[in-house]
């Protein structure tokens, strides 16, 4: 199975595809990269983005990383679930570390990471963390190189002790904006933060409410 493409211009007219391949015996994330015609310009059947036989999956992010290039980040299971992130040349070859940049070490499950660019060939990642033994909200910035800009172990966007999933996430010149859906009034609410672009956090501690109306917000 080829399944969960996600796609990004490479800014000459063609575009580079993301997605979950199983052709092995476990799922691995591949790219490959086509041009304005259509046609493959990279390895036939595309490139995985790094060599491990642990399941890579949920469905991998990718942004251009105004180069020509891409960056993808994907839910990986070589140790319990973590965040891993890898970036690609024009070309098709892997500029990171070769099985991919871990993104937080700390203990805990990593899940449904969402990514978008920083404007300078990096990338913002923002997560659902289990280190504290519920889910959490955490972020993180790589640079152009694949090195961590903030805290080692990412920066706390929301560690309220209910729940907090699903995050979505935006920049602008500032830095990134995190929105989550959030179970701290005993049902699903929207909240959202800012994260300035030195890791700093200007709004209130754990999110501010977007919507608390009566039911479900998702």
């Known amino acids: 199975y080829q399944t969960y493409p996600q796609v990004v211009s490479d800014g000459a007219g063609g575009a580079i595809i993301a997605w979950v ?6 799922r691995r994330i591949y790219v490959q990269r086509i041009d304005g015609f259509g046609n493959p310009l ?19 992010q ?17 140790a319990n679930y973590e965040v891993y992130a890898q970036r690609v040349s024009p070309t098709g070859t892997l500029l990171w570390d070769a099985a991919g ?12 990471p969402q990514i ?6 990096g990338v913002y990642i923002a997560w659902q963390d289990e280190r504290n033994g519920n889910k959490d909200i955490y972020a993180q910035g790589l640079d152009a190189t694949g ?3 903030w805290n080692a172990d990412g920066i706390a966007a929301c560690i309220d002790v ?3 999933e699903s995050p979505e996430i935006a920049v602008d010149i500032l830095g990134a904006y995190l929105i989550w859906k959030d179970m701290r009034a005993g049902n699903y ?19 501010s409410v977007v919507c608390t109306a009566t039911g479900t917000q998702e």
Do not use: H, M
């Open 116 to 121: 978008a660019p920083d404007g300078s060939g």
């Open 147 to 149: 090195t961590t800009i």
């Open 189 to 207: 609410d929207l909240y959202a933060t800012r994260i300035n672009a030195n890791g700093t956090i200007p709004w209130a501690a754990n999110g």
């Open 42 to 60: 990279w390895t036939a059947d595309g490139i995985p983005v790094c060599p491990s036989s642990n399941y890579q999956y949920y469905t991998p």
């Open 162 to 164: 209910a729940a907090q």
């Open 62 to 78: 990718i942004i251009s990383d105004n180069a020509g290039g891409a960056i993808v980040v994907w839910e990986d299971a070589r």
């Open 21 to 26: 391949d199983q052709r092995a015996s476990f």
């Open 101 to 112: 940049v871990r993104v937080c070490t700390v203990a805990g499950a990593k899940r449904v």
